[in-house]
């Protein structure tokens, strides 16, 4: 009979916690956070001791994306098992995955509803230094490419800010350089592949 009750029990314990995925932001859910963090936090996180500049107990957990960015640091700490304080009553094993995968489920709601990339990087040539190492690691052929290609001009002391464009006649240079540096990977230094004239398809 008890085995029966343990079996229900988690059953219903197993059920709840599919459900709590699914539906995410229940109150139940919500309150079983408040409670953690009651219990092992606000003792100094709280709006009048605020330790460490930080009040956990005026955020609102079930609006994480209002505070994410202070959420995040919370869940840093978590993560890293350093908060509560060593030699501080802190949550069990358990306790912190639950508490951390509840915060981290809603932050990553909350990003998915509001995608901010930011700036996101462009494609670039490399620069004359990058394609000598990138040659290098890939073909095993270490050349002095100064002669394939011209030379990056520096930009407030960077030489490769200015790598945004690629003209055709530079790009025909890098075409040019491919040649031959995969002659040379092939062992075929004397023997040039048939001409093409890939520019057309870029201009
Ligand atoms: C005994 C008091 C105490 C308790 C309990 C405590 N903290 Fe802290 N917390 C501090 C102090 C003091 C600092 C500032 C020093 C530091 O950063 O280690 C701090 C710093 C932090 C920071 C860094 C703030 C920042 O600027 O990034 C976070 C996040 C944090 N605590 C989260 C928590 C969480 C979550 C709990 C509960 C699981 C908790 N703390 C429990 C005292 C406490």
């Given amino acids: 009979m008890a085995l029966i009750v343990v079996c ?12 709590g995925i699914a539906l995410g932001q ?3 859910d919500h309150n079983a956070r408040r409670e953690t963090l009651n219990r092992y936090c606000f ?6 001791l605020k330790s460490g500049g930080l009040a956990i107990d005026s955020l609102d957990p079930a609006h994480v ?50 995608l901010n990339p930011g700036r996101t990087d462009t494609f670039r040539r490399l620069t004359r230094a990058e394609y000598r190492n990138a040659v290098r690691d ?7 490419v100064t002669a394939l290609l011209p030379s990056d ?9 200015t790598v945004g464009n690629l003209s055709p006649a530079l790009l025909e240079r890098y075409l040019a350089a491919a040649e031959k540096l995969s002659r040379l990977a092939l062992g075929h230094a ?11 398809a870029y201009v």
């Fill in 153 to 161: 001009e520096s930009s407030h002391g960077f030489d490769n800010v």
């Fill in 26 to 28: 229940s109150a139940a």
């Fill in 65 to 114: 994306d209002r505070q994410s960015d202070t959420w995040e640091r919370v869940v840093r700490r978590l993560t890293a098992r350093s908060m509560p304080p060593t030699g501080l009553p802190r949550p069990d094993e358990s306790g912190y995955r639950t508490l951390l995968s509840a915060i981290e489920t809603d932050l990553d709601r909350a990003a998915a509803a509001n």
């Fill in 8 to 19: 229900v029990a988690r059953y219903i314990a197993i059920f709840t916690a599919v459900c």
């Fill in 138 to 144: 890939l073909l095993a052929i270490d050349t002095d």
């Fill in 43 to 48: 003792g100094c996180h709280n709006s009048n």
């Fill in 190 to 200: 004397g023997r040039a592949p048939p001409r093409r004239s890939m520019h057309r």
